[in-house]
């Protein structure tokens, strides 16, 4: 899976998609993560990617002229499955949203900016709009993050234990039920008996109580 995220600021970035989970992805062929810094595209001389809003209200809105060669430079090369674009408006990303989108083979991440984008960008190059919640940031690259993050991990081999995806939350529209690990008991405080009882039909019944029982204390909304 191949994902381009455009940004005015890609340093906040590399540092991310350079350890961990992301790295070990894409050093296996799994993920294909690349940014792209806006500015590249721009021809002013002071290589200036925003400018103030027509109608006089507050802020700089970013400029439609170096976006649009970015996004025409990338589809001259390949197509596109989805062009998204991180706006606190846009749908709420969830697990099934990151579903989805793990399935797609490349996908363009445009990173919104100061009071956001040419609005004309969004009526004629977007494809989708998503927001990680109803917040503002300083900039579109934390939920560029957060969305690869998320999907990548999905991608089959990426994690060690695939199953484990399975189980998290969310994917069932639940909450994972409780875990533990050694020492089974420390300071009194034991791990439920069921747990080291060996019986996985047992196990799977706690742990499917267990969710239940946490989705309708703490996040009752899911089960609508």
Known sequence: MRIDILT?????????????????????????????????????????????????????????????????DLKSQREYDEVIYTSPDGEQFNQKTANSLSLLNNIIILCGHYKGI?????????????????????????????????????????LSDEQSALSDCFQDNLLAPPVYTRPADYKGWRVPDVLLSGNQALIDDWEFQQSMERTKRLRPDLLK
Not at 128 to 151: F, K, P, Q, W
């Open 8 to 72: 005015v600021f890609p340093d906040m970035l590399e540092g991310f998609f350079n350890c961990s989970m992301m790295a070990r992805a894409q050093k296996a062929g799994l993920a294909d993560i690349h940014l792209h810094d806006i500015r590249d595209y721009t021809t002013d001389k002071h290589h200036k990617t925003d400018d103030y809003p027509f109608g006089g209200c507050a802020g700089l809105v970013m400029k439609i002229e170096p976006i649009d060669r970015l996004i025409t």
């Open 118 to 158: 040419d609005y004309r960008i969004r009526e004629h190059l977007i494809t989708r709009e998503i927001s990680i919640g109803d917040y503002v940031l300083t900039g579109g690259e934390l939920a560029a993050a957060v969305m690869t993050d998320s999907i990548v991990r999905l991608i089959p081999g990426v």
